[in-house]
Every structure is written in C-alpha cells, then in structure tokens.
C-alpha cells in the first residue's frame, strides 16, 4: 500500500513538520505546495528522501480557483512519479494525525478501492447553488472581481451552469479527501478532454469544494465514495473551522476509534484539522495518545 500524501501549506512549518515525521513509513511520499505568497525559507528544516517541494508553486487565495490549481499541480507530480501509489491524501499543512502512519496505511489497505471525499448534491444546507451559478472572479483580475461583486448584490452576475454541466449535476463537500489512483486517473482524464466545463469552475467561489466533486459524483466512482477522514470543528458557524484545542483533544482520547456522523456520512477520521505552531504543546499530547492506543492494540493481539 503506497500512499502520496498532497500537501497544500502556507504556515505553521513546525505543524507540517511534526506531521510528516508522524506519518512517515516506508511506502509513503510527501509532495507539497507551499503558497507562492510565502517564505520557502520558513519551511527549510522539512527534509527527507521522501519529502519533495513542488518546483512550481501558485500564489493561492482562500475561495480562489487558485487553491484548485495548486492542488492539480500536486497530483499530476505524484501520478507522473516513478513510484505506483495506490492512495492519494490531500491535506492541509495545518492538519495532524491522530493515529500512526502504519495504522493509517492499513486503515486504507482494508479498505481498499473506496475513495474518502465529502460529497452531497448541490443545492443543500450550506451549499446553495448561487455558489456554483454566480459569476465570481479570480484574485488575478481585481477590476473585473470588484465590478462583478457589485453586479451580483443585484443579481446580474449569474450563469447557467447547465450550458456547461451538459447532463451532469453539481455537487459539493469538502476540500480534503483521500483517493485512489483509479479515481485520480479519472479525474486528469476528465479535466483534460473537458477544457469548457473547468474554464467555467475559474470563476466560481470556492471551486475547491465542488470542481472535482462534481466531476466524482457524476462518475462511476459515486458508489464507492465514503465521507472524508478528516474531523473539523464548523460549530462556531463562521468561514473556518475552529482551531483544535484541549476540549478537542480530550475527545480523541477517550474514543479508540475517532467517528464522525453528519450530513457527510458516518465512519472514522484520521486526521484533524487545524493546529498552530503557537500551541505545539497539543501536538506531544496527540503523539502521546496515539502512542497509547498503539500499545492497545498490540496487547490485544497478544490476548488473542
């Protein structure tokens, strides 16, 4: 089981760090994107022979086609590697484990041909279809993002998506997932024979939440799609999830296996998000109960 870990960054470099060494086994390789905005030099102590820094970074812009590319940089690096990985995981450089790189690895070996993206069909509680059908643009054009906001407080910078989807219906979820090669094929595949739809998600608000949503949902993929492995605290109800704090981790600790249940679906999570280098005390506490429920586990298999 050969897992790519994608990795979108732009702070916290001792998180990111951390969380490598955490992850890391023999059949893993990290590939990240550090934000074009920032100092690679802030990012100069993660090393490692499976440890690689996309040449080619974008400047990327929160609810921005920007977040999309970088991600799509990303995956054709690690598909166009020597290396057959059989899972690609997309994270976040401020998300942490919360179980072993070797847990995880067999976590996705069980499970086997399934692919871990929150997926539900657009319009829905939260995800309403003015997101997909209003016209916004990119951080690149700043004239014509400022003319066409104001256009859109009077409802005069919307599109019809079906001019562009054809049959296909929108869908929407979370930007973090975890796939396998077949459906990451599929979905470089799908970009590449069609230019017209993609060209219409540049100019869509948070394009990193429903561009290649939608193109999995209308797949043959769909059945085969779970909820995604990452836990995320929304209960504040503003633009990001809460930071992880002590209440946070207090929960990991007394579930052996950390479970989510919400419109996404139910099952467990592998990955938190997000931390700060301002409290890496939170993380030795992480390490620690991984740890612990690592020693369980295998006085558990001694017992039987």
Known sequence: MRIAYLILAHNNPC??????????????????????????????????????????????YWGDFSQVQAILLLLRTALENLQ?????????????????????????AANRGLEFMNLVKVPSPGKPLSRITTLRYPCSKPVLQLVVRALAKFGFARRDHRNYFGAMEP???????????????????????????????????????????TILGNSPFMPRIR?????????????HPATIDGEHVALFEVQNEVRVSDVY????????????????DLLKRIDNMIEQKERRARRAECIT
């Open 265 to 280: 679906g139910e099952g467990e999570v592998l990955f938190a998000r997000k931390f700060s280098d301002s409290d890496l």
């Open 84 to 108: 057959h990985f059989d899972y690609f995981v997309l994270m976040s450089g401020c998300d942490y484990p919360l179980r072993s790189g070797d847990y995880i690895r067999q976590f996705l």
């Open 171 to 213: 869908y929407s979820g979370s930007t973090w997932w975890a796939l396998t090669r077949d459906a990451c094929q599929y979905l470089m595949e799908f970009i590449d024979r069609n230019q017209r739809m993609c060209k219409f998600f540049e100019n869509v608000f948070a394009a990193d939440e429903a561009f290649l949503q």
């Open 15 to 60: 998180v990111l760090e951390r969380a490598i060494r955490r992850l890391s086994t023999e059949d893993c390789v990290f590939f990240i994107h550090i934000d074009r905005k920032s100092n690679l030099a802030a990012f100069s102590r993660i090393r490692g022979e499976n440890v690689h820094f996309n040449e080619e970074r974008v400047p990327v």
């Open 227 to 239: 909820r995604n492995l990452l836990f995320e605290d929304w209960s504040t109800q503003g633009a």
